[in-house]
């Protein structure tokens, strides 16, 4: 593409932004309380996948399970504006798919026997 078939906008308007941008003050903290449970359940998982990585595989995804389910019952708790990134959909879909594969994290991870030699 040469530089006269780019498509630039008009010139009378304005580039303008969704959120004013402040650079003097950048922001280094989630905006809702969501994004703070979120960033603790991705912290928690995180530990947990080290955990099953070193072996402990049972411990560890019992772990992740438990934080996906305190994700539904944040979810639950919080309005959909103060839910940040634990807002997908709607707020009961959201919990719903949580508890459910919190659950079944759960559920598999003490009901898989142990295999001889592992």
Avoid: C, N
Avoid at 2 to 10: A, N, Q, R
Wanted: net charge negative; glycine share 8%.
């Amino acid at each position: 593409m040469t530089d006269s078939e780019h498509i630039e906008p008009p010139e009378s308007v304005e580039p303008t932004s969704a959120e004013p941008v402040d650079p003097d003050d950048p922001r280094r903290y989630p905006s809702t309380i969501g994004g703070m449970f979120y960033l603790l359940v991705l912290a928690v998982v995180a530990v947990a996948l080290v955990i099953v990585a070193l072996d402990e595989w049972r411990t560890g995804i019992r772990l992740m399970g438990g934080a996906l389910v305190f994700a539904a019952a944040v979810r639950l708790v919080l309005r959909s504006r103060d839910a940040g990134m634990l807002a997908v959909r709607h707020k009961v879909l959201d919990a719903v798919i949580l508890l459910v594969l919190g659950g079944a994290l759960i559920f598999l991870a003490g009901s898989i026997p142990d295999q001889p030699g592992f």
